[in-house]
């Protein structure tokens, strides 16, 4: 792990969770079933690699998986231990765990899953590459590998880098004004290129259109985008390809095309 600043993950999901409610639980379910292209997971294990809020941990249960997540930050193990609590269900497992997934002690004793899914994750490790080699270590012959890793856009990668080293070296107090500020900025740039196309420029219309995107809220996003490091990124091809040499097959890939953002794959694992 590098010495670079690290992004409060855990304390903005704590945030997250005054917020969520059934609607949003019941997104993130069917985020996950088109994610993965299945409609339940009866009778697979998941590991979420990553757990954050452990809404996707949760979405899972709810799709029928026994579930184990893990998460570096203590405040994202906190909060999916409460969301456990509140909404998940006795009948199948769920088991949470606070660690690494660079630590290869810890990757090993999770023993191998179904379905491996990292979502926006091994891309904040520090150590991208080893990251994405190490969780896919952790599935099953003919289970599914699903990540989404930060598209790399070059010198706005770069600028965006620096946004996030300001959040992370200014007095916490004033970093609700700098996620203000450039939040701002970009949903003000947001609104331009809608009235451009002649469409409604508020984006207020689609409230319900940004609960349908996995459930997240739009405020913590914009905290998560802005604070969000270590902070790497990667060209599609940078991940098909070396995953593939593994023998992964792509099933499935959602890009942002040259955008922000993240682009999400889906692998299977060929038999051994
Ligand atoms: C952007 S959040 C994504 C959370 C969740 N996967 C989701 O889709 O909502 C990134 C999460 O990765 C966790 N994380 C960062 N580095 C990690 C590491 N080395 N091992 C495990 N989790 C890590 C952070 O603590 C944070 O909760």
Redesign the pocket.
């Known amino acids: 792990?590098t010495k670079e600043a690290r992004f409060a993950?855990?304390k903005n999901?704590q945030a997250f969770l005054a917020e969520l409610d059934e609607d949003r639980i019941d997104q993130a379910v069917i985020s996950l079933q088109q994610s993965l292209g299945l409609e339940t997971l009866d009778g697979k294990r998941f590991m979420?690699?990553?757990?954050?809020?452990g809404?996707?941990s949760l979405a899972a249960q709810r799709l029928g998986a026994d579930v184990i997540s893990?998460?570096?930050?203590r405040f994202?193990v906190a909060c999916s231990e409460e969301l456990r609590k509140r909404f998940g269900s006795k009948s199948q497992q769920w088991e949470i765990k606070e660690?690494?997934?660079?630590?290869d002690v810890l990757m090993q004793s999770l023993g191998y899953a179904d379905i491996v899914?990292?979502?926006?994750?091994l891309h904040?490790?520090?150590a991208m590459n080893k990251?994405i080699s190490m969780a896919a270590e952790r599935t099953k012959p003919k289970g599914l590998f699903c990540l989404?890793i930060y598209n790399d856009q070059g010198g706005a990668s770069r600028r965006w880098l620096q946004i996030k080293k300001i959040y992370n070296g200014i007095p916490p107090w004033f970093r609700f004004f700098w996620v203000l500020s450039v939040a701002g900025i970009y949903e003000f740039k947001f609104v331009l290129a809608r009235l451009v196309r002649f469409r409604n420029p508020l984006p207020f219309r689609d409230w319900h259109a940004k609960r349908q995107d996995?459930g997240?809220s739009a405020w913590h996003d914009w905290v998560?985008w802005i604070g969000?490091l270590?902070f790497e990124v990667a060209k599609p091809e940078e991940i098909v390809v070396p995953l593939r040499q593994r023998g992964f097959v792509l099933e499935n890939m959602k890009t942002v095309a040259n955008g922000w953002g993240c682009n999400e794959f889906v692998f299977s694992k060929a038999q051994s």
Not at 48 to 53: A, F, R, T, Y
Not at 70 to 73: A, E, P
Not at 117 to 121: F, K, L, P
């Open positions: 792990m993950f855990g999901w979420d690699l990553g757990c954050g809020s809404l996707f893990i998460d570096y930050d994202s660690g690494s997934v660079l630590d899914y990292s979502w926006g994750v904040h490790t520090g990251a989404a996995r997240m998560d969000g270590p």
